[in-house]
């Protein structure tokens, strides 16, 4: 059962289904090396872009919290595993999904899709024919002015609680389903063992 997409912000922000936040990109010919194919570290800034409009779509937009809070995101930690190239023109979309708050961080799971065509990626598609290209871990902190860690502001705990995410003032994260995830932010389950 597929959820219908909420578009309660422009087009350009992208759209929730569920608790997973779809953004839309195009490869331009900036984002190739040599080869015409995207260089990795351009990935990151498609994240990157998809986390900030997931916020937007939210009601917390980046911009209106640092004003408000002096509170921003900076990544502390960030995974990516890179299973197959994007190619110049392509559409692509980003997934980007929270899955777990507690103090002062954010836990996010990111993937940038393909459709198998290679064309437009259609808005209410969730899994079809997609390709996964690259999958991203993210472990979010959030920082003063000065640099330290503070506690996530109320209004962006609030609109990830929408999404199913508790914030839990412990070492574990719950999401509303009850998956317990570690507070390291490396997808591991609470309690197994942690590489460092």
Known sequence: MSEAPTRSVSHLSGYMVGDVHHFPVRVYYEDTD????????????YAERARTEML???????????????????VRRCVMDFLAPARLEETLEVRSRITGVTGATVLAEQTIYRP???????????????????????KLACINAQGRAVRVPAPVAQ??????????????????????IN???????AGAPLEE
Not at 125 to 135: F, K
């Open 183 to 189: 507070s390291k932010g490396d997808g591991a389950p």
């Open 116 to 138: 198998q065509s290679g064309g437009s990626m259609p808005s209410a598609m969730v899994g079809g024919d997609a390709q996964t290209l690259v999958r991203l871990s993210l």
């Open 34 to 45: 040599a080869g015409g194919i995207v260089y990795h570290a351009n990935y990151l800034r």
């Open 159 to 180: 609109a990830f609680a929408r999404l199913g995410v508790v914030r839990d003032s412990g070492d574990n994260t719950r999401r509303g389903d009850g998956e317990k």
């Open 56 to 74: 937007r779509v939210l009601g917390v937009p980046h911009a209106e919290q640092v004003a408000a809070t002096g509170v921003a995101f900076a």
